[in-house]
């Protein structure tokens, strides 16, 4: 994977939420690297931190969320700091993401037309994006500055009252007395990027709004040209001049900002694209006039409309039936190969990712206690709760009775002090009891956090099941390759 470029990294991610009983840690020192064009699937049960974990990346977490450490960083920079504006320009626009139950992803009382334009128009606002454009480092210097100065406000009054405890007086002295000059010094450096932004924001405003004098000086003389026209034109010439004048007038309008014309083509060709019928009367239609996997693709539509090139895909087939899930997770492979997406696909069932993912992440309990090539982690897993998910997994060429996971998962509001799966891992140790495993290296791109895997550990097999459904998978592999050959 050292030669692909790294599209999304997830370091040391850790979620919790405040409860009235405490804090739930859902999510607990994950860390993983997303490659460009991959698809990486993230399965587990429910509860496991997958879906944390996907809105931690859209931003979306809820109120009583708080991110207790970690990075994710996105083209150079860590999106958990930026502010809600800022985020505001990727969501949807760079990151998009498709929810598991459209019903509720899709308004009951407005049309699909106006539904899946909305985020076009809103966001379309082509002058005044670009006058943040052109101002947007020297907005970020000035923000980040401030920022800096509340956190170093916070940090000092937590020192301090540290220091307060322990009866440090002179160490007191000493924090205050710094403190005061790195308050002098930032507020300089924020009063000099205040007057940078705002000559900036000047500047940018004139540079715009002369582009935008230019563009309709531009028009307007295209349009007087051909109204000279309409005078000596027959009936039949004057409707093309006035479709031709029409036209112009549309093109300069769509210089300054998306309009609904324009928004309602868009759709209607994505719509087309992830396979809807008749799109153009299904723009007036409402969502229950859908069927499950209708509704779906309209999801999928909407977020591909901005052009986003990572999506992030929910449980996306867990309210459909089984036919359907297989008609959209088609789809989504199509339109990743046909738009070079990214993907993280989040689920709980590890027999729909099989034929779709790139690389698997496995989640227990708020962590990943496997990662690998898909053909690693379905062909040589290592970790107990792996072989578990495996062993329920169903299997019309299996004959052999599926194996259920005995147990519940753990309450995170007092997470495990070991392995979390150790109370229903039947191969658990005592060691799994008192300390979390560390990663283990089974190759360069496979990595299991299982004290199975330690050098002293005793030998543990595989369970049977899986052995013979892996070798029954490797042979229908064969007999494909072979046909297609032939």
Sequence with gaps: MADKNIKLSVQNLSVSFRT?????????DISFDLYQGETLAVVGESGSGKSVTSRALM????????????????????????????????????????????????????????????????????????????????????????????????????????LKEEKEQEQISILQTKHAETIKSLAEDIKLAKQAYKEAKQKAKAQVDQEWKAEKEKYAKKIADVKSKLS????????????????????????KQVTKKEAQERAIEVMAEVGIPEPVKRLRQYPFQFSGGMRQRIVIAIALTANPDLLICDEPTTALDVTIQAQILEL????????????????????????????VAVMYAGKIVEIGKSEEVFYNPKHPYTWALLSSMPDLSSTARL???????????????GDAFADRNQYAMKIDFEEQPPYFKVSDTHYAATWLLHENAPKVQMPQIIQDRIDAMKERTQQQSESEVA
């Design 403 to 417: 194996t259920a996971i005995p147990g519940t998962p753990p309450n995170m509001l007092f997470p495990p002090k």
């Design 232 to 255: 000596s034109a027959s009936q039949d010439e004057k409707k093309v001049y006035q479709n031709e004048i029409s036209d112009l007038k549309e093109q300069l309008r769509r210089y």
């Design 59 to 162: 931003g979306i977490l809820e109120k009583n969320s708080v991110t207790d450490s970690g990075k994710v960083i996105y083209e150079n920079e860590d999106i958990l700091k930026i502010r809600e504006e800022d985020f505001h320009k990727l969501r949807g626009n760079k990151i998009g993401m498709i929810f598991q139950d459209p019903l509720s992803s899709l308004n009951p009382i407005m049309r699909i037309g106006k539904q899946v334009t909305e985020g076009m128009i809103v966001n379309g606002k082509h002058l005044k994006n670009r006058k943040k454009e052109l101002s947007h480092k020297e907005r970020r210097r000035y923000l980040n500055l401030v920022d800096k100065l509340k956190n170093t406000t916070t940090e000092f009054k937590l020192e301090k009252k540290r």
């Design 20 to 28: 009235t009983q405490g804090f739930v840690r859902a999510v607990r």
């Design 332 to 359: 989504i492979k199509r339109l990743k190969e046909e738009r070079d997406l990214t993907v993280i696909f989040i689920t709980h069932d590890l027999g729909v990712v099989a034929n779709m993912a790139d690389r």
